[in-house]
C-alpha cells in the first residue's frame, strides 16, 4: 500500500477510466505473474526429467523410449538383478558405501571438533586443506589415485575404493557438523562443566546428542559421495573389482540397453530413500 | 569464574603440560585437538597429498621437454584449454540465468510451493550424475525423445544431430550443476528481511525497480558464491563430457581420459592433469573470497 502523490486525486477521473486502468495494470500484473510461473515452472520440468525419465525408460518393452510407451515390462529389471556382473558391481558399491559412510564419519567428526573448539596453530589451513578433495577435480584425483594404488595391487580393491572414497565423503561430513558445531552454544557445556560433569561426560550428554542431526545428514552426504562417484572409480576399478558407477559407465558406452535404466532407477530410490530418512530423522530431532 | 582462574594457572605451567591443558574450558587441549585431526590427516596423506604429488612428479619424469614442451608446442592443447574455459563459464552463465528464479520461487513461494520446488531442486542432486547423462543421451540420441518429437510436430523432417556435439555438453552439464548455483543463491535470499522490499515499495519503487534496486543487489554474494562453485566443478568434469560429448568437442578432462585410456601415456597425461589442477586452484584463489562452500551446503538440510 502506498500513496501515489503525482497522478490527480481519484474524484477527478471519471470511475470507468478508473476501473479501465485498474483492470488494465491488474490484467498487466496476473500475465507477468503467469510468464513468470510458467517460466519457472519449465526450468524445474527441465531439473526433475532426467530423472523421472528413468522410470518409462526401466519399463518399456523396447530398448529405445517410445511415446506412448507400446507396453509395460519389468524383463529389465529381472535381467539386472539376475546378472552376476551388475549384481557384483552392486554389493561391492554398497559395502565400499556403508564402509565409507562410517569411516567418514568418524574421521570427519572428529577433525570438525578440532577445528571448532580446538587448539589449533594453522587452523585455517587445515580447514582448506579438508575441504580441498571438494575442489580438485575428480579426474585429477583418479589418475593420481591409480599411479599410487596401481603398484600395491591396490586397484579394483575394497582397501583401494576406502580411502579414496573415505577423502572424498570426509568433506560433506565436516561441512555439516562444523554448521552444527557453531549452532551449538558453548555456554551449555560449560554449564554442565560448572556442574561437576567431566570433559567426556559433557561431550556426550550435551554436545553429541545436539549435533547428532549434523552428524546424520553428514553420513548420508557421505554415502552417497562414495555410492553415486563415478570418475574416480573409473581410475581405480580393475576386472576383479568394480563398482557399479565404473559398471554403468562402460555399459553407457557400449551397451545401451533398458538394464541401465533398471540399475538407475535402483540406484535412484536408495538415494532419495536414503535422503528421506535422513530428513526425517533430523526434522524429529530439531523439533523436540 | 573457573576459566579464568586455569588461564591464570595456565601461565605458570611449563611448556610441556600445556598441552595437556586447555587454555580455556572452551577449548579442547592442544594434545587433544591434534588427537582429533590426526585420522584425517593420515587418511589425507595417504589418499590425497602423496597422490597428487607423485602425479606432479610423473610430469617431470621424462624432462620438462617432453611433457610441458609439448603442451606448449602444440596449439591443439591450448586450444582445448580455451574450449574448457570457455565451457565452463557458458555453463556457468546459463546456470546463473536459469538457477536464479528457482532459488527466487524456492525463497519467496508459501510453504507448499516451495516444497515443491525444493524437491525438484533436490531429485536431481541425489540422482548419480551417470545416470542423469545416460538420460540426456536418451533424449537427445538420433531416434530420441527429443528427435521424434521434432519430427512430430513438423518442425525438422529429418533427425538432427544433437548428442556428440558441444552443445549437448554444455546442456547437460548445466542441468548437472544447477543445483550447485540455486543453494548458495536460496541461502542469501532466504536471509534477506521482507522489510527491505516492502520499505523499497513503500517509497514508490514498482516491483521491478524494487528487485533490481534491493533484492539483486543484497543477493549478489550468493550469485558470486554459486558461479565460482559451478565454473570450477566445470573445469574439472569428467563424466557428461566423456559420455554426451564427441570427438570434436575435446575437454581438458576427457583430454586426460583420452590420454590415460586409449594412448597410455602416464606422463603426458599427468603434465595435462596437473595443468587442470593449478588452473582450478588459481580461480579457486582468485575467487575464494566469494567462495563459500559452506554457505551453500549448509542450506542443504
Redesign the interface.
Known amino acids: ?2 500513496i ?1 502523490r503525482y497522478s490527480p486525486p481519484s474524484h477527478l477521473i471519471a470511475p470507468d477510466e478508473v476501473s479501465k486502468a485498474m483492470s488494465n495494470s491488474q490484467l498487466a500484473r496476473s500475465i507477468a505473474k503467469l510468464a ?1 510461473a510458467l ?2 515452472g519449465s ?2 520440468f ?6 523421472l ?2 522410470i518409462p ?1 526401466s519399463l518399456s518393452q523396447t530398448d ?4 506412448p510407451p507400446d507396453g509395460l515390462t519389468l524383463r529389465w529389471y529381472v535381467a539386472y538383478f539376475s546378472d552376476p556382473d551388475w549384481m557384483a558391481a552392486t554389493w561391492f558399491s554398497l559395502k565400499i558405501a556403508l564402509a565409507t559412510t562410517v ?1 567418514a564419519t ?3 567428526t ?2 570438525a ?3 571448532v ?4 596453530p594453522c587452523r585455517n589451513a ?1 580447514q582448506a ?20 594404488f596401481s603398484p600395491l595391487q591396490l586397484t579394483g580393491s575394497f582397501t583401494g575404493f576406502l ?2 572414497h ?2 572424498l565423503a ?1 568433506p ?1 561430513v565436516l ?2 557438523v ?2 552444527a558445531l557453531q549452532r551449538l552454544d ?1 555456554m551449555l ?2 554449564a554442565a ?2 556442574c561437576g560433569a567431566s570433559r567426556l561426560q559433557s561431550f556426550f550428554r550435551i554436545m553429541l546428542p545436539n549435533i547428532a ?1 549434523g552428524i546424520a ?1 553428514g553420513s548420508a ?1 557421505a554415502f ?1 559421495a562414495s ?2 562417484e ?2 574416480v572409480a ?2 581405480i576399478s580393475d576386472i576383479g573389482g568394480k563398482s557399479i ?1 565404473r559398471k ?2 562402460e555399459d ?2 557400449f551397451n ?1 540397453t533398458p538394464v ?2 533398471a540399475a ?1 532407477a535402483f ?2 530410490a536408495i ?2 530413500g536414503l ?1 528421506c530418512l ?2 526425517t530423522l ?1 526434522q524429529a530431532r530439531t523439533q523436540r | 569464574m ?2 579464568s582462574s586455569s588461564l591464570t594457572s595456565m601461565k605458570a605451567l611449563p611448556g610441556f603440560a600445556s598441552l595437556f591443558k ?2 580455556s ?6 594434545a ?3 588427537l ?2 590426526m ?2 590427516l593420515a ?2 596423506a ?3 597429498l ?3 604429488a ?2 606432479v612428479d ?1 610430469s617431470f619424469s621424462e624432462g620438462i621437454t617432453a611433457t610441458y614442451g609439448r603442451l606448449l608446442d602444440d596449439p591443439l592443447y591450448a586450444d582445448v584449454l580455451l574450449t574448457t574455459a570457455a565451457v565452463a563459464l557458458s555453463v556457468t552463465m546459463a546456470a546463473i540465468l ?1 538457477g536464479y ?2 532459488a527466487y ?1 524456492m525463497a519467496r513461494a508459501r510453504k507448499r510451493t516451495a516444497f ?2 525444493a524437491a ?5 542432486l ?14 537427445l540420441q538420433r ?3 527429443v528427435n ?2 521434432l519430427i512430430a510436430t513438423g518442425l525438422t523432417d529429418q533427425p538432427i544431430k544433437m548428442l556428440y556435439t558441444q552443445g549437448a555438453v554444455t546442456l547437460a552439464m548445466t ?1 548437472v550443476l ?2 550447485f548455483v540455486i543453494l548458495p543463491i536460496f541461502s542469501v535470499l532466504r536471509t534477506l528481511p521482507d522489510d527491505y522490499i516492502r520499505a523499497a ?4 519503487a514498482g516491483p521491478a525497480r524494487a528487485f533490481f534496486l534491493v533484492t539483486l543487489p543484497l543477493s549478489l554474494p550468493g550469485v558470486f558464491a554459486g558461479a565460482t562453485i559451478c565454473f ?1 566443478l566445470a ?5 557428461t563430457p ?2 554426451v560429448g564427441g570427438p570434436g568437442s575435446m575437454l581438458m ?1 576427457t583430454l ?2 583420452q590420454q ?1 585410456t586409449v594412448l597410455v601415456d ?1 606422463p603426458f ?2 603434465a595435462l ?1 596437473t595443468v ?2 593449478i588452473m ?2 588459481l580461480v ?1 584463489i582468485l575467487f575464494r573470497k566469494t567462495l563459500s ?2 554457505k551453500g ?2 542450506s ?2
Open positions: 500500500m502506498f501515489d513468470a517460466s519457472i526450468i524445474l527441465f531439473l526433475v526429467l532426467p530423472t525419465l528413468i525408460m529405445y523410449i517410445r511415446f569411516s568418524i574421521i570427519g572428529m577433525a571438533l578440532a577445528l573448539r580446538g587448539d589449533l587445515l586443506l579438508s575441504l580441498g578433495p571438494m575442489i580438485v577435480p575428480h579426474i585429477v584425483l583418479g589418475v593420481a589415485l591409480y599411479l599410487v580411502i579414496a573415505t577423502v570426509v560433506y561441512i555439516t562444523i554448521a558453548p557445556e560449560l562443566l560448572n542431526p545428514s552426504f552417497l555410492f553415486d563415478a570418475t573409473f581410475f558407477g554403468m559407465f553407457i558406452d545401451l541401465i535404466a538407475s540406484m535412484v538415494s532419495i535422503m535422513a530428513h533430523t | 573457573r576459566t586447555p587454555r574450558a572452551r577449548v579442547f587441549s592442544p587433544a585437538s591434534w582429533l585431526v585420522p584425517l587418511v589425507f595417504i589418499g590425497f602423496y597422490p597428487l607423485k602425479l610423473l536459469l528464479p528457482v520461487a515443491i520446488v525438484c531442486v533436490f531429485v536431481p541425489w540422482t548419480s550424475v551417470l545416470i542423469r547423462s545416460y538420460a540426456w543421451i536418451v533424449l531416434n530420441g525423445i521424434t518429437l542441468h544447477l543445483p515499495r513503500n517509497l514508490g570450477v573445469l574439472g568434469f569428467y563424466i566423456a559420455l578432462p586426460i581420459g590415460t602416464w597425461a599427468a592433469s587442470l589442477l582450478t586452484l579457486v562452500v559452506q551446503f549448509g542443504v538440510h
